[in-house]
């Protein structure tokens, strides 16, 4: 039965990464129509650099995955701060709103703010997918730091303060530095989150302005090219990165394999 | 950020409660503005004629409402996005539910931790790259041809790319990882104990599956279904990229009466009937999973 059980998991394991390798494979790959046997180069990505369409939406990527990091960070950190450490009315409801933006679908999400921000004038563009991917992100920032806070011995907080530390004092002094690892890892979270954002940059991006996802999409609407394979790689191996040390820092690879 | 800065310390001056809601202030002030009023924007626009921009005059209408009734097409649309949905969350429990259980009963320690990250890296990863990928793989004498080519020279080309089937593959690849997340984490926490238990009392390993495993292993199939099932049926790339013309689901419909069509007050009632499609699913399920819970 273990044997067997191996060689299944093995198969998936194939499944799940066969065909993002082959993608990677043919962007090192000479054939212009993915044609084997493999030729190795470097012209495709060399052919990146020149492609002023697709370093502009990396750049823009890059630029409000930042912006989306602090905001949702910050502001996601204090709301935590207040849902984990205090009791008030309504903390509940409060919680229970975190759940909408996770789990509505994104096409609904995305329609829905092309609907708002043409309305209101807001419009489309960087600052309306800023808007956007920060509300994606907060409710993932509440939960990791929420997560680091509840695992933090409240007492610890409350002996710096009988030795007589003021609570503002205690509060950046223990809690602080102990929750710094939450803090990074909600921070490369929202980081994730905001660059493999296709759906709702999609509806708000505009034809000058837009993301790399939604650049990779519309080359791939228009017929591929082993370019499109360069530019995919290079987020994977991004998004990849950012994922291995989030799950250093927050414990994530050991979920359920603890004892 | 001056103003959220200052109220982190919480000056002596200020009352708690005044604390804790400039603490929750700036970030639900965000999530009102960028996600509850555009769907509140959405709802009224979904009973307009049409969109109020320039100077057109928008009425109230419930036509879009009624859009299932009109155009049959449209039913059919929506039975087939339903159709998708199920083969996609069916075959992901079918897969996952076996690998689950490989995991975390033939595997140990390091090597287990390093798989199980292994399995749910995938899922961090860009979703349309993925996507992307099948279709070096599907299409025709692409790499699953090139592979049967091996064994059989002669082979005809399955050329699956733009056709139902390839969706479906593509989603599973999408989704696999959640139903192995979900389904470990219910069938870690079976005691070994309990499995000697029943064999040593001569039940059989089919009877040990469908009296033990599969029970205790339901919320997490259960919770594993509602978290694909929900995205699946709302899901336009994957159709528009491996499907092709074959690839038409009311994902894909929403998305053309945006982009294409501009008929946004449709577009918006067909997002709301399938968010309260959504709804009912998640309203459902969550009883069932309670239930599950409280009676074990």
């Known amino acids: 039965m273990t044997a067997l059980g191996k060689a299944f998991l093995f198969a998936v394991l194939v499944f799940l990464y066969l065909p993002v390798a082959v993608l990677v494979a043919m962007a090192f790959n000479a054939s212009p129509l993915y044609a084997l046997p493999f030729e190795f180069t470097l012209h495709w990505f060399e052919a990146l650099s020149g492609n002023a369409k697709l370093i502009a939406a990396t750049r823009n990527s890059i630029l409000i995955a930042l912006l989306t990091t602090v905001i949702a960070t910050t502001i996601g950190s204090l709301a935590a701060v207040a849902l984990s450490r205090r009791r008030f009315r309504g903390r509940t409801l409060l919680q229970l709103l975190l759940l909408p933006p996770i789990a509505i679908p994104w096409l609904i999400i995305g329609t829905a703010m092309l609907v708002f921000f043409f309305w209101t ?3 489309r563009g960087l600052h309306a997918m800023v808007l956007g991917h920060v509300a994606l992100a907060i409710p993932y920032v509440v939960l990791v730091v929420g997560a680091g806070l509840n695992a933090q011995r409240i007492d610890l907080e409350e002996a710096a303060m009988s030795l ?17 690892p939450s803090l990074v890892a909600a921070a490369l979270f929202a980081f994730a989150v905001s660059l493999d954002q296709f759906v709702v940059s999609y509806f708000l991006a505009t034809p000058g302005v837009s993301t790399l996802p939604v650049e990779i999409y ?3 609407r228009k017929g591929f090219t082993p370019e499109v394979n360069a530019v995919s790689s290079l987020l994977l191996g991004a998004s990849m990165v950012l994922i291995v040390v989030f ?8 979920v359920g394999g603890r004892r | 950020m001056s103003e959220p800065q200052g109220a982190a310390p919480a000056p002596r001056s200020l009352r708690p409660g005044t604390v804790t809601a400039l603490l929750v202030a700036p970030a639900y002030a965000w999530l009102t503005l960028a996600i509850f009023l555009p769907l509140v924007a959405m709802l009224v626009f979904s009973f307009l004629t049409v969109a109020p921009f320039g100077n057109r005059v928008a009425e109230f209408t419930t036509t879009h409402y009624l859009v299932f009734f009109n155009r049959p097409y449209l039913v059919e649309v929506a039975l087939r996005s339903l159709a998708l949905g199920a083969w996609t969350t069916g075959i992901c429990a079918a897969i996952g539910l076996p690998a689950a259980l490989a995991l975390s009963r033939a595997f140990r320690g390091r090597t287990r931790e390093l798989l199980f990250f292994l399995v749910i890296l995938p899922f961090w990863t860009n979703g349309l790259v993925r996507v992307f990928s099948w279709t070096m793989v599907l299409r025709e004498n692409g790499i699953l041809d090139d592979a049967v080519r091996v064994l059989w020279p002669a082979a005809p080309s399955f050329g699956l790319l733009y056709s139902q089937p390839a969706i479906v ?9 959640y139903m192995i997340l979900t389904c470990y984490l219910s069938v870690v926490a079976i005691d070994d104990a309990v499995l000697e238990a029943a ?7 089919p009877v040990v599956f469908w009296k033990i ?13 509602v978290l694909i099932f929900v995205p699946v049926i709302g899901s336009f790339m994957e159709p528009r990229i491996l499907g092709g013309k074959a690839g038409v689901t009311i994902g894909t419909v ?6 294409q069509a501009f008929n946004w007050p449709l577009g918006s009632a067909l997002s709301f009937i399938m968010l309260a499609v959504v709804l009912v699913i998640f309203a459902v399920f969550s009883r069932a999973l309670r239930g599950r819970l409280t009676a074990s």
Do not use: C, N, W
Request: glycine share 16%.
């Open chain 1, 164 to 180: 007589g530390s003021t609570p503002r004092h205690a509060f950046f002094a223990v809690t602080l530095p102990l929750l710094m």
């Open chain 1, 247 to 254: 799950a250093r820092l927050s414990g994530m690879g050991g």
């Open chain 1, 218 to 220: 519309t080359s791939i």
């Open chain 1, 121 to 123: 004038g807001i419009g």
């Open chain 2, 213 to 225: 495993v599969l029970p205790l292993a339901a919320p997490g199939l259960i919770a594993g279904s």
């Open chain 2, 199 to 205: 064999k040593s009392l001569g039940a059989r390993a």
């Open chain 2, 254 to 259: 929403i998305e053309d009466q945006f982009t």
């Open chain 2, 169 to 177: 593959i593509g989603l599973v690849h999408a989704y696999l990882p």
